[in-house]
């Protein structure tokens, strides 16, 4: 790394603003400490014993299991031969499994603790890929982990540790410090992917700071490699610094040779002291140095390493995806039902759902970069939690359904629940007969003051058409339900399709997009683009997917559906052995417009991206990650995203958004105005460069086959912040949930609201049971636009009406107990509930 003038580097200044950007800035106290740190001031490297474990990467997850109990086992024997030696160790689900498996070697661990040998760090289940999981996953690898930990290691664990992660994200230093974390310790980016300071404060867009250490080189040195690396693992100014001792990936723990060989340098002059320590050790020395009070600060995602983890196995991420989302929904349907009728609220099937969901969240597992074999047992693990939050629904709906007094219906009804705690009007879709008991047709649906909602009967899948998919929107109230019942007669008309996209009928894809002062904000077409991609699975020194190989041909455009609901528009096309189809689905009244790929692909090494090439001058790209919403360059690099990314730009001066909400997808680029995200990456699984492919494994290639994609294209006047794409997100991707009911006697009303929060800035990120409070319900929420806002919380069946205010992003735990005689308790609480 090129040293400036004095010998520091740029790892030993000041980064200010976006990192991205290369925005740095020395602080003149922070310059005067480093110089004025004398040489015969005595310097302690602190040695930590560590082994990483990869709980399932080149070997199924039974095997990591495996090697946690015998490199636990290993790091005890070392205690047992070398006083003062001492351990640290993550990931809560390893201690679990030693718990599970042998109890009496729990029990040793937990005495090393008490005398302070053994370090528990992390706590969250597994060390995850700090990119791809959720904003709540996280609030969820803080929660049963260090709950975890504190109740059964009686740790409550201070340091985050996540060396080996492919990046992280800009929001994470917020959910740390709230789940009362004050450190974290990471790897990558390594020295030669981002100049970084080795010990700085992160920062999150809140504020909340935890205090950074970048591990130098490796998080599993040898001993042989101390000499060489000792000067490098001091920050400028500081007489302590870190250095972990061990072998792993594959565990291993750390070897009696390296111990003595550690042992021999004790004395060694040219070295600093070599002590055995943990890092909380070294944390507390750092913090009584002079230097700590001028440390840097980040105030950015700690980015780029191994680009092709957004991408890879997109089936993998989009299953992630499913179960995350269907968890919260689940939570919070059963909350409602349980406060409401006999239902029992499943505590047990949804922490274990979780830990299963947590635990396939491990770095290797979600990046795509493990075996094909893990990820058989990764798709056994969250249809597990899929099963758990589909079957709850379904109970929790057809209870409540039960209990609504439907007497008065003749041809049936059907049961909507809003999961989203704002009214709105949603989709619904599902497959009914067209005239139940032989009856008349069904032809609208009517709520409870007789108001007629059209309604369209869409193709089955089946062969046989006999049994055909109804569909309608139709308004819901906030998290909760309303009754619809099947009715015949004349139909009402449907709403007006919005001219602001137009869908091609002669090319592929999408040819306007319109602002709604009918501004187009399209440069050409929304198409397809193939790219090569011969990179390895992570795709190591890879910086962006730009090598076109050529787009697929149109066969087939034309019109397959078409009524007083939706517009469905199906283009096909092909490329080389592959197949594309796309529907493009256009709703009555509703302005944004849905693209659904079915994709039959049966190619190697190439990726499949769709484009959105803008016509916006002085295009910004903004996109949501975990806790966040991030700014970043429009030069053409990959970068990872959640649910939505947006160009924002000018045309005559004006502000316009072009939007493109997702369902499982997430990694995109953008060229200046040019906007493309991955559909597919047929990369090799496990591969890592310069390893050759095992091209005679029929396995050995990611995505292949049937493939969905879903997105939705959103054109508007205004700044991404105007959209609350956060809100649209979320419409989106949760449409009504839905059961059949009849005729029967029932105590309650055809519709009900049980919980309301607003303003639109605000994120719900989850409404459910407190973990320890009896009778207690946990609502968390995060600002989102920037800007210091008044939430508001009513519930009339909880008898709440309660304000709070959230700072620009902050993010907010409250406990809501009901009262008997009065309004509801609400108390501010951490992640942790406490």
Known sequence: MKKTEGGLSRRDFLIQGTAALGTVAVSNSFAQTVHSTTASSKRVLHIMGHSHIDAAWLWPWREGSDEALNTFRSALNRMKETPGFCYSHSSSMHYRWVQNA???????????????????????????????????????????????????????????????????????????????????????????????????????????????????????????????????????????????????????????????????????????ELRWSTLHEFFDAVKKSPAFSSLPVVRH?????????????????????????????????????????????????????????????????????????????????????????????????????????????????????????????????????????????????????????????????????????????????????????????????????????????????????????????????IGLVVVADSSDTWAHAVN??????????????????????????????????????????EYAGIEAVELRFVINWNQHEQMLKL????????????????????????????????DWAAVQGKINGNDYTLALINEQTYSYDCLDGLFRTVLIRSAPFARHRPDKTVYFDANAWQDQG???????????????????LDRMAEELQSPAEHVMTSAHAGHMEWEQSFFEVSPSSVWVLALKPAENVKDGYIVRVQERSGVATKTSLKSTFLNLDHSVNLAPWELKTLLIQRSASGPAKVKEVSILEV
């Open 706 to 724: 049937r493939q969905e994609r879903r997105f939705w294209l959103v054109a508007q006047k205004g700044t991404h912040s105007q959209l609350a």
């Open 611 to 642: 484009e959105v090439p803008t016509a916006l001058t002085q295009p910004r790209i903004f996109a949501k990650v975990p806790g966040a919403v991030i700014e970043r360059a429009v030069n053409g690099e990959e970068e990872p995203y959640q």
């Open 544 to 585: 962006e997917f730009r090598q076109e190989m050529g787009r697929p041909t149109l066969v087939y455009a034309g019109v397959v559906e078409e009524g007083p609901v939706t517009r469905i528009t199906r283009h096909r096309a092909t490329w080389m052995e592959s197949e594309i189809i796309l529907d493009l689905v």
């Open 102 to 272: 042998d109890p009496g070697m729990f029990e040793e661990i937990k005495q090393r603790i008490r005398e302070g040998r053994w370090e528990v760090v992390g706590a969250w289940p597994v060390e995850p890929d700090c990119n791809i999981p959720a904003t709540e996953s996280f609030v969820r690898h803080c929660l049963y982990g260090k709950e975890f930990c504190k109740n059964e290691l009686g740790v409550d664990v201070k340091i985050g540790f996540n060396p080996d992660s492919f990046g992280h994200a800009a929001g994470l230093p917020t959910i740390l410090k709230n789940a009362g974390y004050e450190y974290y310790v990471f790897m990558r980016p390594q020295e030669n992917e981002m100049d970084l300071p080795l010990l700085f404060w992160w920062e999150g867009p809140d504020g909340s700071r935890v205090l950074a250490l970048r591990l130098y080189r490796t998080y599993e040195n040898n001993a042989s490699h101390l000499a060489a690396d000792a000067e490098h693992s001091f920050a400028p100014g500081m007489n302590d610094g870190a250095f972990f001792l061990g072998v792993g990936d594959h565990g291993g723990a750390v070897t009696a040779a390296q111990i003595r060989e550690v042992l021999k340098m004790k004395g060694d002059p040219n070295l600093p």
């Open 301 to 525: 995602e700690l980015q780029h390493h191994s680009r092709g983890c957004y991408s890879a196995y997109g089936e993998g991420k989009a299953l992630n995806r499913r179960a995350e989302r269907w968890m919260v929904e689940a939570e919070s349907i059963s909350l409602f039902s349980s406060l409401t009728t006999t239902h029992q609220y499943p505590h047990k099937e949804f922490v274990d759902s979780w830990w299963k969901i947590l635990f396939c969240q491990f770095h290797d597992m979600a990046a795509g970069t493990a075996l094909y074999a893990d990820y058989q047992d990764v798709r056994d693990s969250l249809g597990f939690a899929c099963e758990v939050a589909q079957t709850t629904k379904v109970q929790a709906l057809q209870t409540m359904a039960r209990q609504v007094d439907t007497t008065k219906v003749v041809q049936g009804a059907v049961f909507l629940w809003n999961p989203l705690p704002w009214p709105r009007k949603t989709l619904v879709e599902y497959y009914t007969g067209r005239r139940p008991d032989n009856l008349e047709f069904i032809t609208h649906l009517t709520d409870k003051d007789q108001k007629k909602y059209p309604i369209q009967w869409l193709a089955s899948e089946s062969m046989t058409q006999q049994h055909l998919r109804l569909t309608a929107w139709v308004d819901l109230p906030a998290c909760g339900y309303k009754l619809f019942e099947l009715a015949h007669g004349p139909a009402p008309d449907g709403a007006a399709f919005s001219n602001a996209i137009t869908v091609s009928r002669s090319g592929f894809g999408i040819s306007s997009a319109k602002a709604e002062d009918g501004t187009e904000l399209l440069a050409r077409s």
